[in-house]
Each structure stands twice: as C-alpha cells, then as structure tokens.
C-alpha cells in the first residue's frame, strides 16, 4: 500500500478543491447563460442530472488529450501515434494524418506477441483463408470449430488443470462465470482492488459479497471466521458455499498477490478459490506459466483459473481452467457460451501459435528468450526508477510498474511532455484509482531493447525533475554509474 | 444510657421539623374544600425519588460475544455445497466441431452438411475482398489491439469504423465494443440507474435481461410484441404521477427477436414514445444488415426517420459476419458511454482486423444491394415450403 506525505495530501487536496470550485462557477455561470437559451428536448429528463456528470465536464475534459490517443501502426514497442488538435480547449478533439513514432510503454504486450511475428502470423493468415473472420454462430450451435477443441486442450495443458473453456472477450469472462458458480445463499469474498468485471460479476450473481483488505492474509481469515460463524445476513442459516477472488498480478499496484497465504487459509476454512490471471499468464514464472509457477502453489490446490489472452499473447479472449466436471457445467449453463458468438478463429489461432512458441513445441527457444527478457527488462527498469528517486510500487519481476503522481496538475504534465519526447506513456487518474493517488503506469515488454530502456529512463528522468515527482532521494550518481557499467 | 438521649433528642427535633413543615402556612392548600396539609414535603421527596430512578443504569442483558473456542468449532461444523452440481444423465454435451469455415455448406466429422445453424444472413463468410482486407490488417497491426481504448488500444481502424457506420446509419456518431452481447449488458447500465423507469418487452434475450438486472433501474415488463400492453403499460406509469417528469425513462425493445422472430411495430412505438415522453433503446443485432430496402435496418423498413430512435445497439456477429458491437444515436448518447459504459473503459479494444472486416462488410452492402433481394426471396420460400 502507499503512503501518502503529509505535504502531499494536502497540496492534493488544494488542487482539487481549487478545480472543484472552479468548475462549480463556470456551472453557475453556464446555468444563467442557459436560462435565456431555447430548449428544444422538452418533456425529457437529461441523460445525466445535476452533479452525476461533474467530474468528467469539469475535470476529465480539460486533460482529454492524454486518454484515447490513437495509434497507427501495431501496439509494438514503437508504434506511431496520431496527432490531435482541438479548436474548442479539449471539449472535441480532431484527428490529423500526421503521426510521431514514439517508444511505447503503454500497451499489455508483454511478450513481444503485439506485431506480426515470424511464426504466429502465416498460421493466422492461413486460418482466416479457411475459417473467415467470423463463426457468426453460437459455440453450442456451431460456432466450434477443431481450433476451438484444440486451443482448450492446450490451455488446459498449459496452465496445469484438466480441462478449460474458451470465451470472446475476457470482461464476459468473469462477469458471466460468476453467476453461474454462487448463487443466492452464497458469499463471494473479494479483494478490495478487484477489477470492474469481478465486481459486475459478483453484484450480477445475487450473493453476498464481502471485502477483504488488499493482499492482506490475515484480514481474510477474520472476515471468513465472522462470515461462518454468523451465517446469512438476518438468517443467519450456514452459507451455501463461499468463494474468495483474488487476481495473480493487480494492474493498478503492480504488486503480485499473496498467494500461498491465501490458499492457506481457504483450505483451512473450506472455500474455494477463483484466481484471476489477467495480467500474469505468460508474463512470470519460469516458463511463463503464471503466479503458481513463480509463488510455487500447485495449481491444483486453486479450484478456478481464469485468464485472457489479450495481454500476453497479442489476441482477444478469456479462458476458465478448473476440473473436468466444473467446465462440463460451465458448458451446459453457462450464459456466455450458449448466447455468445464464438471466438474468432484467426484469434483462437494466434493463441495457439504463441502458447507453442512460449513452451518451445514450434522448434525454437524464442519463447524462453522472451520470458527471460521480460524478466530482465522488469527488474532493471524498477531498480533504476528507484535508483532515481521515484516512487515506484509493485513488487520484483512484475511487468507493471506504477509511478506515483499525486497532483492532477502533474498527471497532464508528465504525460504531455514525455509524448513530446518521444515517449508514450499511460497516466491513470480517478475513478480507476483513489482521488489523492493518480499516477503514470509503466508496461514493460519483452520486445523492448536495452536501448529503449536507456532512452526511456532518460526521458523519465528528465521529465521527472521538471514536474517534481522526485519523492525520494535519489541515489548518488557515482554508484549510479558503476551498476550501468557493470550491467552492461 | 448516654448514647440514647441525645438520639432521643434528635429524633424528636425532626418530628417537630417535620410536623412544623407540615403545619406551615404555606404548605397548606385547600383543594376541593379538602385541607391538604405538607403537600410540598410530599412533592418534594416524590420528585427525589424520580431523580434518584433516572440515574440508575437500564437493565440491559449482557451482550456475550462468541469466544475463539466457538468460532472455530462453528467453522469446523460448517460444510459447503459442491462447487458445481453433478451432471445430469441426458444432459447434452458433445456439439458439432466444424472443420472449415461456418458457410452455408460445411464440414462436420468429414460429412458436407447444409448450415442452418449460423447467423450468417449476408452469406459474408468466406467472401475474398473482406478476407484480403483482413490479411492485409493483420500484416500490419498484428492480430490483438494490446489495450483499452483509453491506453493506446485506440487503432485508426477503428475510428474509421465508428464513422463508416455513423455514415451508413445516419446518425451523428457512433462507438464500437469488442464483444456482441457486451455492448447492450453495458449499454443499459450506462444510461440507467437507480430510481430509473425502464419499459422492456418479455421476450427479450439473455444479454438484454442481464443489462436490466445490472442497472438496478425499475423494470416493467409488457407483453411480447404487443402494443395494446405497451400503451397500457405506460399510460400506468405517467398517469398522474407529477414526479415522472423529472425521472428518466426507457422503453427496451428488439428489432427482431432473437427468441421469437417476431419484428417490433417501431412505429407504433415512436407515436407511443413521443405521447409519454420515453427515450428508446432499440436492440437491432438481427435486423442490421436485414431489414430495409438497403439493409439499414428497422428505422428504414417503417419509414421512420433514424434521428426519432434513441440509442441504437447491434452486434455484428450476425449480418455483417465480424465480430463485436457498435452502440449508435446522437453525439450526446455516444459520448457519455466513452467513460461510463464498463464494457468499453475496461475492456481491451476490438481486435483491427474486425473494424476491418466489418468496414469491407458494410462497403460490399452498398455496392451490392441485390444481396438483400436474394435473402427475401429465400425467407419467403422457406416459409411458403
């Protein structure tokens, strides 16, 4: 968890409480410049009411430039990003048709799978000859095709679990699974940084859902001893069943999740657990397998392994790995896979060809290369970033990498002037974090070389002295230099 | 002998305090003619008494929390239900595994078969220009998009494609989801909250059911395809409730529904909408590309100017035989989902060659409307036969 200077919090919440106050008068001034403007919806209420749209017209619209910049080429480790401008001080923005290569540390491409890739993509040009972009059809009705079979038993294969289930899109994922496994009468405990579609997916299932402190063992176990000693809400009957959803990599943090700890204490207590690979399948691990293989927990001890391919290779979709019987239930009651247009099978492809890369099957070692290098280029990016003086979060070997921002005035700043040299990062800002925690997220691939590394640190650094997010001491130049020396 | 006198003596000197109190002038009263004498004495000891009640504690049981020992002979006890239920005998679990694309004829376990199963009204798949387009995306943009819309997962392609269909439709804008059945399960909640009135039709699908479930809005169902319930329906809830004006409110309808097959009568639902002042979200994933003389769907088969509809959402898995979903109406409508539609913010972007494919789909329904005149002449025959 971060902690916040006293001094901080309070320059934080003057900025904000000065942007508040400003947008509240340009709101009354706009209210009495509307009073003599003719409506023409009449009878109609307004889509958003009142203060419900405040943050986004008075906040968020003024720094709009740095969210949605679209790119040109592949998400690769250089892509080019379009240039916008607006007339009208950020409310629209217009596209030009010039572009600036800029290194990408942005984009979920953790193993270099973003591009075309020597192997991967003849495969996939190959199956869009034969199975067109589109099934058009249900997975039950038609929509599987031997690709589709053959992707679930290598997932299965892969990940360690006897059998596994595909889906388009992994938001669907979660938000359909949930439901089907806890119904009424059952408790889903969740961690408190969870992602949106766990949480859809836990308010759209009818149980009770509880939450648990971030990455915290200990605080899990009291809520599980409250929770069944007290029973159902009001009833206080015994719970059906309990599930307690913690994910392998948190996006927001950067921090890998307490997992042995966890699985602990739910065995202890008879609740099952559903881990969330999103971030981390394909990205740690000795050989890519995810947090069980880096925290070495059999998979096994997990009952539900949820993941998507869109991270780490370079495709769309989600996948549920668990036992034979949990997946033929899925399969007959699942709404997701009796309603839904199956995946595409280029994309179910792609996949395929980048799990055999990454265990070696295609006849070369790319693919422990890249795993190395993205563990590589993890670790030295962070220490260096804290050799600096920034304040870095997550723990070691993790791709993700949040620097600590603060202010709203720096969240334009960094992101503005890093883009003007040549290098786009992603700044986050409330509702995905905290007010008082906005902060620039760094993903680190395993197709960055060393040099862009160098070039990005520079960048950072510089940009880093000019908008003052230097929150600790940086560490003296000379030892600074020895560990480039001896690193290279 | 000693000790007793001058008690004796004290306790005399109170009866004759007592009694004076009692016999004082002012502590007579004469109530009804009757003589009440030292009624201050009494009123004062009465209202001691009442103080000295107040300040005592309340009886309340004990509160007696579970020990340690409790809980975990309690957690030991307690047994869960099995993560899934077991199968059940008859319950169908192999599906037909195609060995090539999802066309009108296919390949199952070596046998050709007639396809009547996929949704593939156009007969797009396996059409050559919109497979060289997604070669060609693919060469250049790799296959997934590595990214929300709002972290760089913003491709040009896609942009292209928001206007290409805001184009083809006639509306002012419009924005694309990765997924089919996301975008109306993300639609809906966008729009509706708490407090909300939302009018839906019975016979509406799964995703459309799980958006209204999502919304926590108050739901009215009317009966399937019927207007008279419609009209009913909405005249009960505007009837004389001043209140209403200020709420927002929503009817939910399909195009054609995806259970039943029946075509919703959209005029009959705008002249009903602008009576009561209802916005309408029209679902129209099997009629986009379908209905119409050039396939623009519902609006054009009655003759209804687009601009009348609301939100219009369709997934293209259908009709336009790509993947995902676009979500259509005013600039108002399309710009609020772009940060508060949970569908979009956090989810990755639909991959580029779909936007590409879907782009080439709707180029070949321009330029070939005969499609169209085709797919009628067969729904008519099967339905004659």
New interface residues.
């Given amino acids: 968890m971060v902690r916040l200077p006293y001094t901080t919090a309070l320059t934080t919440l003057f900025s904000y409480g000065l942007l508040f106050a400003f947008g509240q008068l340009r709101d009354f001034f706009r209210k009495l410049i509307d009073w003599f403007r003719v409506k023409d919806v009449k009878?109609?209420?307004p889509?958003?009411?009142g203060l419900e749209?405040f943050y986004?017209r008075r906040l968020?619209l003024r720094i709009q430039d740095c969210?949605?910049?679209?790119?040109?080429?592949?998400?690769?480790s250089w892509?080019d990003?379009?240039e916008r401008y607006s007339n009208d001080s950020n409310k629209t923005l217009q596209?030009t048709s010039n572009t600036s290569r800029c290194l990408?540390l942005?984009?979920?491409?953790y193993l270099g799978?973003?591009?075309?890739?020597e192997y991967?993509?003849p495969l996939?040009?190959e199956s869009?000859?034969?199975?067109?972009?589109?099934?058009?059809?249900v997975?039950?009705?038609?929509?599987?095709?031997?690709l589709?079979?053959e992707l679930e038993e290598l997932v299965a294969r892969f990940v360690g679990k006897p059998s596994a289930v595909l889906f388009?899109?992994?938001?669907?994922t979660n938000?359909a699974i949930i439901p089907c496994?806890v119904g009424k009468g059952g408790l889903i405990i969740s961690d408190s940084l969870n992602?949106?579609?766990i949480v859809?997916g836990a308010?759209?299932s009818g149980a009770t859902v509880r939450v648990f402190q971030h990455n915290s063992p200990a605080h899990l176990e009291e809520v599980?001893?409250?929770q069944?000693?007290g029973g159902q809400p009001r009833t206080h009957r015994?719970?059906?069943?309990?599930i307690v959803i913690v994910e392998g990599i948190y996006s927001m943090e950067g921090e890998l999740c307490k997992l042995p700890e966890v699985i602990a204490v739910c065995k202890k207590?008879?609740?099952?657990t559903y881990l969330d690979e999103a971030h981390s399948i394909g990205a740690v691990g000795q050989s890519g397998r995810g947090v069980c293989e880096l925290l070495g927990v059999d998979p096994a001890d997990v009952?539900?392994m949820m993941g998507?391919?869109?991270?780490s290779?370079?495709?769309?979709g989600g996948y549920i790995a668990a036992s034979k019987?949990?997946i033929?239930?899925?399969?007959?009651s699942c709404?997701?896979h009796?309603?839904?247009?199956s995946m595409?099978p280029?994309?179910v492809q792609?996949v395929i060809s980048a799990i055999k890369v990454i265990l070696g099957e295609d006849g070369s070692n790319r693919g422990a290369q890249k795993i190395a290098r993205i563990r590589e280029n993890s670790n030295f990016f962070r220490s260096e970033l804290k050799k600096m003086g920034f304040e870095v979060l997550g723990d070691n070997d993790s791709p993700v990498m949040p620097i600590m921002l603060y202010n709203p005035a720096k969240i334009p700043a960094f992101s503005r002037e890093c883009l003007r040299q040549k290098v786009?990062v992603?700044t986050v800002a409330f509702p995905a974090t905290p007010l008082l925690l906005a902060r620039a997220r760094i993903c680190i691939s395993a197709s960055h070389t060393r040099e862009d590394l160098i070039k990005a640190l520079d960048v950072i650094s510089q940009v880093g002295d000019l908008v003052g997010i230097k929150y600790f001491p940086a560490e003296p130049p000379k030892i600074a230099e020895a560990d480039h020396d001896k690193l290279e | 002998m000693e000790v007793i006198l001058p008690i004796a003596n004290a306790t005399a000197a109170a009866i004759a305090r007592v009694s004076a109190a009692f016999n004082a002038p002012h502590a007579r009263a004469v109530v009804f003619g009757i003589h009440i004498d030292g009624h201050l004495v009494v009123e004062g000891l009465l209202i001691a008494a009442i103080l000295f009640q107040l300040s005592r504690k309340s009886y309340k049981p004990p509160k007696k929390p579970?020990t340690e020992k409790?809980?975990d002979e309690?957690?030991d006890e307690?047994?869960?239900?099995?993560?899934?239920?077991?199968?059940k005998e008859g319950?169908?679990?192999d599906?037909?595994?195609?060995?090539?694309?999802?066309?009108p004829h296919?390949t199952i376990d070596g046998k050709e078969v007639v396809?009547f199963?996929?949704?593939?009204y156009l007969g797009l798949?396996?059409?050559e220009k919109?497979?060289d387009s997604?070669?060609g995306s693919?060469?250049?943009?790799?296959?997934?998009?590595?990214?929300p819309?709002?972290?760089?997962?913003?491709?040009?392609v896609?942009?292209d494609c928001e206007a290409k269909i805001a184009k083809f439709l006639g509306t002012q804008d419009s924005i694309l989801y990765?997924?089919?059945?996301?975008t109306i399960?993300s639609v809906i909640p966008a729009?509706c909250k708490k407090g909300d009135i939302i009018v839906a039709d019975e016979g509406v699908?799964?995703?459309v059911q799980?958006g209204l479930?999502?919304s926590r809005s108050t739901v009215v169902y009317f009966k399937h395809n019927d207007m008279a319930s419609l009209a009913s329906t909405l005249e009960k809830l505007t009837h004389g409730n001043k209140r209403t004006?200020?709420?927002?409110?929503y009817i939910v309808v399909e195009a054609i529904y995806q259970n039943s097959g029946q075509v919703a009568p959209l005029d009959e639902i705008i002249r009903l909408k602008e009576k009561y002042?209802f916005?309408v979200i029209l679902e129209e994933s099997h009629s986009f590309g379908v209905l119409g003389k050039s396939g623009r769907g519902l609006a054009e088969h009655y003759g209804v100017p687009i601009e009348k509809i609301d939100i219009v959402t369709a997934?293209m898995?259908?009709a336009l035989?790509?993947?995902g979903g676009f979500c259509t109406g005013s600039v108002?409508?399309v710009d609020?989902q772009?940060?508060?539609s949970?569908?979009y913010?956090?989810?990755?972007s639909?991959?580029p060659?779909?936007a590409t494919?879907a782009i080439s789909a709707v180029n070949h329904l321009e330029e070939n409307p005969a499609v169209l005149s085709n797919l009628r002449s067969n729904i008519a025959l099967l339905h004659k036969g």
């Fill in positions: 009878g109609y209420a889509i958003c009411l749209d986004v968020y969210f949605g910049r679209p790119i040109a080429s592949a998400p690769d892509f990003v379009v596209r990408n942005g984009s979920y491409n799978f973003a591009a075309a890739d991967c993509t996939v040009i869009l000859k034969k199975y067109s972009p589109s099934t058009c059809s997975r039950v009705d038609g929509g599987t095709t031997k589709h079979t388009g899109m992994g938001y669907v938000s496994l992602h949106n579609s859809n308010r759209g599980l001893r409250e069944i000693a015994p719970w059906k069943k309990i207590y008879k609740a099952y009952d539900i998507t391919f869109t991270k290779f370079g495709s769309c019987e949990i033929q239930h899925l399969k007959l709404p997701a009796l309603y839904a247009t595409s280029p994309a792609q786009a992603v | 579970l409790e809980i309690l957690c307690w047994k869960p239900e099995p993560l899934c239920p077991p199968i319950a169908r679990i599906t037909p595994t195609l060995e090539c694309a999802a066309g296919t396809n199963a996929s949704a593939n798949i396996g059409n919109i497979i997604c070669v693919v060469e250049k943009y790799g296959v997934g998009s590595c990214g819309r709002g972290f760089y997962g913003t491709i040009d896609h942009l990765s997924y089919g059945i996301s399960f729009f699908h799964w995703a799980n479930q999502l004006e200020k709420i927002r409110r002042r916005r997934g898995g259908n035989a790509t993947d108002r409508v609020h772009r940060l508060s949970s569908g913010v956090f989810s990755a639909l991959p060659y779909l494919a």
